[in-house]
């Protein structure tokens, strides 16, 4: 019986259904985010670049559409990184560990 190689642990590993199930989580969080963060980012960057009457719209005193919209690029950007980090303890850490522990010990074997 031939010996297992590193690689062929790290292959096995990556071809798991524990591998791609972990991987379909990460992904379906990451993406719909990174999507939506990016149509949000740039909406208020063609939002300023272009429609600077409705930007320039004061809301309070001398607070307008403008700087309200760059403020909350920063509260979106706290809170994403908030849900994620809520997401991956539920959901991301556990498998992740155990998959890890499995190729660890597989890789000892060889």
């Not at 379909?24 to 990174?34: G, L, Q, T």
């Not at 959901?91 to 000892?108: F, I, N, Q, T, Y």
Request: proline share 3%; hydrophobic share 50%; aromatic share 20%.
């Amino acid at each position: 019986m031939a010996t297992r190689t590193e690689e062929d642990v790290w292959v096995d590993a990556q071809q798991s259904a524990e591998f791609r199930a972990h991987r379909k989580r990460y992904r379906s969080f990451v993406f719909p985010f990174a999507v939506g963060f990016l149509v949000w980012y740039f909406g208020f960057i063609l939002l300023t670049t272009f429609a600077r009457d409705f930007v320039s719209t004061p809301v309070w005193g001398s607070v307008n559409v403008a700087f309200v919209l760059a403020i909350l690029q920063f509260v979106t950007t706290f809170f994403i990184a908030w849900l994620y980090d809520r997401y991956a303890t539920r959901r991301l850490d556990g498998p992740g560990r155990d998959l890890k522990r499995r190729v660890e010990s597989e890789l000892a074997q060889c």
